[in-house]
Each structure stands twice: as structure tokens, then as C-alpha cells.
């Protein structure tokens, strides 16, 4: 109960979260020999999402897309809202995602399933990393830039631009990044 209180987000675990894992019961069949039987296993469908904007904001629409992983290649157009979703695999961890055509081609490299906690140090900094908010600046301490990173971030969401990472910026940082 511990760790449900300090990770809610059962996806998401630090090194050092300890975990019980429950002994699983085995479910247990009987089935007529020699012949053929049809198993289907339910999985839930995981979804890579991303939005595309550009400097300014506006969502990057109507732009062709490819997403590759494990040797396929899905091809579709960004939504009004710049948005990319595709299914995918649950375990997947990497992605590759090209966005438009000829010169103007953009081609990204997209880690799945590596995000620590967002009330880590870490964990923000990775979200407002992935949202493009978070840069090194040269001449400035990485404290400094997080907090100059999760004021832009207040800024652009309407929240009181504290530079601080309030339960409200935090809450709004899972909303907005999607995990």
C-alpha cells in the first residue's frame, strides 16, 4: 500500500520501490486428445502517442508520418491537433518516427517505456525534456534550467509561474506529457 501511495501510476517505478509480486495460479484445462484446440489470449492494446508542434506552439497537422519498429513500418497523417497513435506492441522499447516529405523529412528515435516517476527529479525532467521545454543552456546550472524549464511550463498551461513544482504543475505535467 506504500508503494500504490507514492507511485499511482503502477507503470511507473524508481530503482529501490520494492514489489510483491502475487504467485499466479495456473489455469488448468481438460481438453480431448488428438484434436486441434484454439487458444486466444486477450492482451490490452498499448498506444504510441505523440504531438507534434511547432516553436510556436501550433500543432504540426496534416503531415505524413511513418512509426517503425521490429521490422514494420505504419504509415498514416498527423491529426488537427498534430497528434500520431498507433498501436503497438505492449514490451516494445524503441520506435522510430519520420514526419513529412523530401528535405523537410524529420526522423526520431522514440524510447518507450522509461520514464521514472514524475515526483522524481528525474521523472520531471524527463517530461519536460519530451515536451521540449528542457534544454541544456549554456553558462546555467541544470537546477537553474529546471526551474526555468517548469516556468515556461506554468506560463504555457495558464498555471501561476512559480518555477516550482507544485502538486498542481505536477498534476498538470501528467495530463499534458500523457504519463
Keep these: ?37 484454439r487458444f486466444v489470449v486477450k492482451r490490452p492494446l498499448t498506444f504510441l502517442r505523440l504531438r507534434l508542434e511547432a516553436a510556436d506552439g501550433r500543432p504540426r497537422s496534416g503531415l505524413p508520418y511513418e512509426v517503425t519498429y521490429l521490422n514494420k513500418t505504419v504509415k498514416g497523417v498527423t491529426t488537427a491537433a498534430g497528434v500520431i497513435e498507433q498501436p503497438i506492441p505492449r514490451d516494445l522499447t524503441l520506435a522510430v518516427v519520420s ?12 524510447g518507450l517505456g ?31 534550467a529546471l526551474r526555468f524549464a517548469i516556468h515556461s511550463f506554468q506560463l504555457r498551461e495558464g498555471l501561476e509561474p512559480t518555477g516550482g513544482a507544485d502538486q498542481e504543475t505536477l498534476d498538470r505535467l501528467l495530463k499534458v506529457h500523457g504519463s
Excluded at 507514492?6 to 495460479?25: C, F
Excluded at 514526419?99 to 522514440?110: A, Y
Design 99 to 110: 514526419v513529412g516529405k523530401g528535405k523537410n523529412r524529420e526522423t526520431f528515435n522514440v
Design 114 to 144: 522509461f520514464v521514472d516517476p514524475v515526483t522524481s527529479d528525474s521523472g520531471l525532467r524527463q517530461r519536460l525534456g519530451n515536451l521540449g521545454l528542457l534544454r541544456p543552456i549554456d553558462g546555467i546550472a541544470d537546477d537553474m
Design 1 to 37: 500500500d506504500a508503494l500504490r501511495r507514492a507511485r499511482p501510476d503502477p507503470n511507473v517505478l524508481l530503482p529501490g520501490d520494492e514489489v510483491v509480486v502475487p504467485e499466479r495460479k495456473p489455469r488448468v484445462l481438460e481438453l480431448a486428445t488428438e484434436q486441434r484446440h
